[in-house]
């Protein structure tokens, strides 16, 4: 520990994840083989410069609750079941651990997020596109 004062943000997040069951890279593959709905909330420009996950749906950030909802009219077709297990992505897992707790506050029971992010995917050496094409 650096000694310096927790920030309010590190608070919140410690609070968030405390609801979480986080999947490391190889827990959310395995959830992906099994059904799970892989979610990519980085912007454009990460995934041009860094890859995707193949069979991930990307879904931007400020639009996830409308459509992951199961009973929102603007939800994608993939979003059928309040029961789907969806597992949210972003860079290093920041984010992502503050949506998955906002899904679960709008009934997604079993919505949680990779630990790591996508960088943690890449780096267990799991499959990512190449963003050179």
């Known amino acids: 520990m650096s000694g310096r004062p927790t920030s309010a943000v590190e608070r919140l997040l410690d609070s968030k994840r ?7 890279p190889h827990q959310a593959y395995s959830a992906q083989r099994e059904g799970a709905l892989l979610v990519d909330t980085r912007p454009v ?29 603007d939800r994608v077709p993939e979003a059928d079941s309040a029961d789907r297990r969806v597992v949210l992505f972003c860079n290093e897992g920041y984010a992502s651990s503050l949506a ?8 997604l029971a079993h919505a949680t997020d990779l630990d790591g992010g996508f960088r943690a995917w890449r ?6 596109t190449d963003p050179r094409g």
């Open 18 to 24: 405390a609801r979480l069951e986080r999947l490391g």
């Open 45 to 73: 420009t990460d995934r041009e410069a860094e890859g995707e996950i193949p069979g991930a749906l990307v879904i931007d950030r400020n639009v996830l609750e409308w459509r992951l909802d199961p009973t929102s009219p």
């Open 100 to 107: 998955a707790v906002q899904l679960q506050e709008l009934g």
């Open 123 to 128: 780096a267990a050496g799991l499959p990512v």
